[in-house]
Structures are given as C-alpha cells and as structure tokens.
C-alpha cells in the first residue's frame, strides 16, 4: 500500500508560479512512475508530467518549457514546479504513483494510488 500527500496549491495570478510537492509512504519503489494530472470542474482527469525512477519525464504540450517534474527517490517525493501559469492551469492536481519500471504511461487507469489533491486557481 502507498499513501501520496500533495500540497502547494493555492491561488496565484497570471504569470506567476506554485511548486508542488507529493510525499509518498509505504511500500513505495524507486523504480515506480510518479506523475502529475489535474482536473477541472465538469472536465475529466488529464495527464501533466511523470517522470520514471530513471529520470525520463514527459510533459502535457500546453505545459511544456513552464512546468517541471522532479523526484528524490531517498525523501519519497515528487515536486511539480509550475512557472507562467496561466487561466487554464486552474484545477485540482493530484499526485499518481504507478509501480512499474519502465517507459512513461499516460492514461488515468494505469496509475495504482492517487492522493487527495491539492487544489490550483489562477486568477486573469
């Protein structure tokens, strides 16, 4: 069993930049898939970024060269730091570990534990 921990949200205006932490405990692998999705009212859960236990990371295209993924196998923690926010980057992003080793996965299912959220608004 895994517990994931986000926090770091909050409102911030256009432009400017939140960093996100997910705190993972339990059973957890330095091999797993971290990853980032987000969701917003009345929209279904969409991928952000991941990044493998080798390092490899990926990106949504409307957040690449803003955001950025990072992990520390030794402190169980993934980080999503997020710079010229925009409008659309309101939501609720959740933390989602994945225990396999190997490429980065995209789809929702495919992630085995998920923690509670933490909620992001952008204001115009």
């Known amino acids: 069993q895994v517990r994931l921990v986000e926090s770091g949200g909050g409102l911030v205006q256009s432009g400017g930049s939140l960093r996100l932490s997910c705190v993972a405990s339990?059973?957890?692998?330095?091999?797993?898939?971290k990853a980032w999705f987000r969701q917003a009212p009345a929209n279904e859960r969409e991928f952000v970024a991941a990044?493998?236990?080798?390092?490899?990371?990926d990106y949504r295209e409307s957040v690449r060269d803003r955001f950025t993924i990072s992990r520390d196998n030794n402190k169980n923690t993934a980080w999503l730091q997020m710079d010229s926010m925009k409008p659309e980057d309101t939501g609720v992003y959740y933390c989602g570990f994945a225990n396999l080793a190997g490429g980065i996965v995209y789809r929702v299912e495919t992630y085995d534990y998920w923690g509670e959220g933490t909620e992001v608004t952008v204001s115009s």
């Open positions: 339990g059973e957890t692998s330095s091999r797993s898939i």
């Open positions: 990044i493998t236990g080798s390092g490899n990371v």
